[in-house]
């Protein structure tokens, strides 16, 4: 499929959400088998951040990696789900 211009088009769709980071094991109950809702590099404060939004049935984990290659490293919000 091409546009007007001449150019083709990109077409990127996301067929399936990503695994979630693999944090271990850590006392604040994130569970390995959570759903990713979203997950992103963001520039916060001139430092870049992998971010990370993911849910169990209870909880809503708010998540940054300042270094994703090194996960178990990381910066934690989590609420609970109503």
Do not use: C
């Amino acid at each position: 499929m091409e546009h007007m211009s001449g150019l083709p088009s990109l077409n990127i769709v996301a067929k399936k959400r990503p695994p979630p980071m693999q944090v271990g094991w850590n006392e604040s109950g994130i569970e390995k088998d959570r759903q990713v809702l979203y997950r992103n590099f963001h520039d916060i404060s001139g430092k870049i951040y992998l971010v990370e939004i993911s849910r169990t049935a209870k909880k809503v984990f708010f998540l940054l990696f300042p270094n994703f290659e090194k996960p178990k490293t990381f910066i934690l919000e989590s609420m609970t789900e109503k």
